[in-house]
């Protein structure tokens, strides 16, 4: 019932009984051969499968919410649903503002090309422009500490050089919405700490953050709601605190013996 | 369609930065690098010359002109469906992670061939005057076959590109049906060379009407009947329908099948 509390912040990302059904093929026919093989087997060797069900979840601004569940309650297929990754089978999904997904960082990096060139090309892909993107390279470099290798190829990058850059690219063209799928697991200690010192300033700013962990104590320290998934559906939603003892309560290892 | 025109336009600075970053790729660590655009026609002209002119010894004065002026454009037609049959399936992982409209890719992949083609005219203009064959002021008229030819390449490029999602068949297919194309196309010889009764035959071809723009402008220094530009620009809108419709009827189903 907190949410008879007055809140004068709008919502910003508003989910609106959403599926997402995805067929899952016992042999997925890749190629015409075993499409054709198929088809003289009569054999149909799919089934449905609902990674979110009839879910319905409304963000308000400068909320951070912490999404919890065990692997695949539908966590990840949810933040991808709000970034526009997939359409959604069925209800609707609608977004206000700008939006970074950080779900994979680095998707959008070639090998290939030098760290300045991505820079460019992952701005571009996020939807910002070539101007926008010049203008705060700068900072994203000093932000990743990527020093004089920003311009060799990013196949040259060490694992955490590459974290450092994808992070900084995606959090300096200052979206308003933040979605962090479990990322923060890698890097080194200093790093963490600077990208969390970050996502704070994002909160002060009054940015709107959905967040993805397993670590249930940076839950409770960061987010000021959770949300817990169970198949698909919302199991739980509110304090952060009571969501993890539920999730707890529920997934203590004689739980699952019983179940 | 008018979604087609609306996105490449918002997006033309995306599929600017991945058509580069495909010619970048593409001429990475070689010596020549871009040097290899010029290059590559360069000595493809000389090669096939050296086959078709001296040694099966075609009696078509100035052989090298009159092959390159319709195998340039057909190279472009060829290399990008060869590259935009992959561009989904290829661009899989990005398409996974990121919001991106699907198009960009296949455009992308056209457009560093666009850039491609306009290098690859380069050695065409410096050979033609090398060989002293005169150079018609119907070279002005190139840019309405090509805007011909990019907007049929782009039509049949989305429909092969968002079957080969589902069907990764469609690649082998492809390189197949080229090989066959390109012998049924005028382009290694003339439409004259095919007896007047089949003829028919070779003008259900809808390249031929634009690969028969760029030869008449350049080794000819005539203009095309206008049936004929008519002809190409229909195949052209026809091939662009079909394909985007059908490109775009399924791409939001694409990120479940890369």
Not at chain 2, 125 to 145: D, F, G, K, S
Request: glycine share 6%.
């Amino acid at each position: 019932m907190s949410k008879q509390q007055p809140l004068p912040s709008p919502i910003v990302v508003k989910v609106e009984n959403v599926t997402q059904r995805f067929r899952v093929m016992s042999e997925r026919p890749d190629t015409m051969r075993e499409l054709v093989a198929g088809f003289l087997r009569h054999k149909v060797s799919y089934r449905d499968f609902d990674a979110v069900k009839n879910v319905s979840l409304q963000v308000a601004q400068g909320q951070m919410v912490g999404l919890v569940g065990r692997n695949g309650s539908g966590k990840s297929t949810l933040l991808k649903l709000i970034a526009g990754v997939y359409k959604p089978t069925a209800g609707r999904v609608h977004v206000e503002g700008t939006l970074a997904p950080l779900i994979e960082l680095g998707a959008g990096f070639h090998h290939e090309l030098t760290g300045r060139e991505n820079i460019l090309l992952n701005g571009l892909l996020m939807g910002y422009s070539k101007a926008e993107m010049r203008r705060r390279e700068q900072s994203i470099i000093d932000f990743a500490e990527i020093g004089e290798f920003i311009d060799s190829p990013v196949k040259q990058y060490s694992s955490g050089m590459h974290m450092r850059l994808a992070f900084a690219v995606a959090t300096e063209v200052d979206p308003q919405i933040l979605i962090i799928d479990e990322i923060l697991a890698v890097g080194d200690a200093s790093f963490q700490q600077k990208c969390f010192a970050r996502i704070r300033s994002f909160r002060e700013s009054g940015k709107t953050i959905l967040f993805v962990s397993h670590n249930m104590q940076q839950i409770i320290d960061q987010c000021d709601r959770a949300v817990l998934l169970e198949h698909g559906a919302v199991l739980a939603d509110g304090v952060p605190a009571e969501v993890v003892e539920t999730y707890k309560h529920i997934w203590a290892p004689e739980m699952t013996a019983a179940d | 369609m008018k979604e087609l025109v609306r996105d490449t336009y918002r997006y033309r600075q995306l599929i600017w930065a991945l058509a580069m970053k495909e010619l970048k790729v593409r001429y990475k660590r070689s010596v020549l690098g871009f040097l290899w655009a010029l290059l590559n026609p360069a000595l493809m002209m000389l090669v096939l010359t050296l086959v078709f002119a001296t040694i099966m010894r075609f009696s078509i004065k100035h052989y090298a002109i009159f092959l390159l002026s319709a195998l340039l454009p057909w190279t472009f037609f060829a290399q990008s469906l060869g590259y935009a049959v992959e561009s989904i399936v290829g661009n899989g992982e990005l398409i996974k992670k990121v919001a991106v409209p699907k198009l960009v890719f296949p455009v992308a992949a056209v457009v560093s061939n666009i850039i491609n083609l306009l290098l690859s005219l380069i050695p065409l203009a410096i050979l033609v005057p090398l060989m002293r064959h005169p150079i018609y002021w119907t070279w002005l008229y190139l840019p309405v076959p090509m805007l011909a030819l990019i907007i049929f390449t782009l039509g049949v490029t989305f429909l092969f590109a968002a079957a080969n999602v589902y069907y990764r068949d469609v690649t082998h297919i492809v390189q197949v049906v080229l090989s066959a194309w390109f012998y049924f196309t005028p382009i290694i010889y003339g439409l004259d060379l095919i007896p007047v009764n089949r003829q028919w035959l070779f003008k259900l071809n809808p390249l031929l009407y634009v690969i028969n723009g760029f030869r008449l402008a350049v080794y000819y220094g005539m203009l095309p009947r206008w049936q004929s530009v008519a002809t190409s620009f229909v195949c052209a809108f026809a091939a662009l329908l079909i394909g985007y419709g059908i490109f775009r009827k399924y791409q939001d189903d694409f990120v479940f099948y890369v």
